[in-house]
């Protein structure tokens, strides 16, 4: 597609409950990045892909947290048992790959979680 | 761990005037030092990205420049407009990973 798309745009749970989040990054983009958005404050990392891999998964927060890519393109991020301190705005991004020497990333509008 | 601050966190300026965003930064093994908007309820537009070899980069308005050795950047937008009202975020990288800052909230009053 044209842009980074992040599905749904607002979801509010009540605690406990699991959520999932959608990211279809920009067809070609191997790399695709998840962030988290808390209030006030700046932008977590959480997760990045290669491909479908993720080397680097140090940024989930606890084991609720999950994510997974598949063909290369489509990533889902899954939080279970949702907590109050989970709300917050994920935002995923793409880029044309890995390495940010030159690298741009593409962010989506992000999915805003409010967990009641 | 590289640690990224903004300053100030909030700024309101009358239209016309010269905006200077700061940005600080600890560990200065950068790639490179990137500064975004965010408008509300949207995602990050990338502004200008300045290699770890540069010192400033251009834009039309915007101007960025890099002094690593003292870890600071900084963002200067030449007559304001109310347009440029937003959020903006200064991230450094290192390989596959940013680390923001907390963002600047400008302000332009018409």
């Known amino acids: 597609g044209a842009g980074v798309s992040q599905s749904p745009s607002n979801k509010v749970t009540e605690k406990g409950k699991d959520v999932e989040l959608r990211c279809d990054p920009i067809?070609?983009?191997?790399?695709l990045y998840w962030y988290r958005q808390s209030l006030g404050q700046g932008l977590e990392f959480l997760i990045y892909f290669q491909g479908n891999s993720a080397p680097d998964k140090s940024g989930l927060p606890s084991d609720r947290f999950s994510a997974e890519r598949t063909g290369g393109s489509v990533s889902t991020l899954t939080i279970q048992r949702t907590q109050q301190e989970d709300s917050a705005v994920y935002l995923c991004a793409s880029s044309l790959s890995a390495g940010l020497r030159a690298n741009v990333l593409t962010f989506g509008a992000g999915s805003r979680l409010t967990v009641l | 761990k590289q640690e990224v601050t903004q300053i100030p966190a909030a700024l309101s300026v009358p239209e016309g005037e010269n905006l200077v965003l700061n940005c600080s930064f600890t560990d200065s093994a950068i790639y490179n030092l990137q500064w975004f908007r965010q408008d509300p309820g949207k995602g990050l537009t990338s502004l200008l990205l300045i290699q770890s070899s540069q010192r400033e980069q251009t834009s039309g308005r915007l101007n960025a420049s890099l002094d690593k050795s003292s870890g600071r950047s900084t963002l200067y937008i030449a007559a304001s407009q109310p347009g440029d009202s937003a959020t903006y975020l200064c991230?450094?990288?290192?390989?596959?990973?940013?680390?923001f800052g907390a963002g600047t909230t400008v302000t332009v009053r018409a």
């Open positions: 067809s070609g983009h191997t790399a």
């Open positions: 991230a450094s990288s290192n390989d596959y990973k940013l680390s």
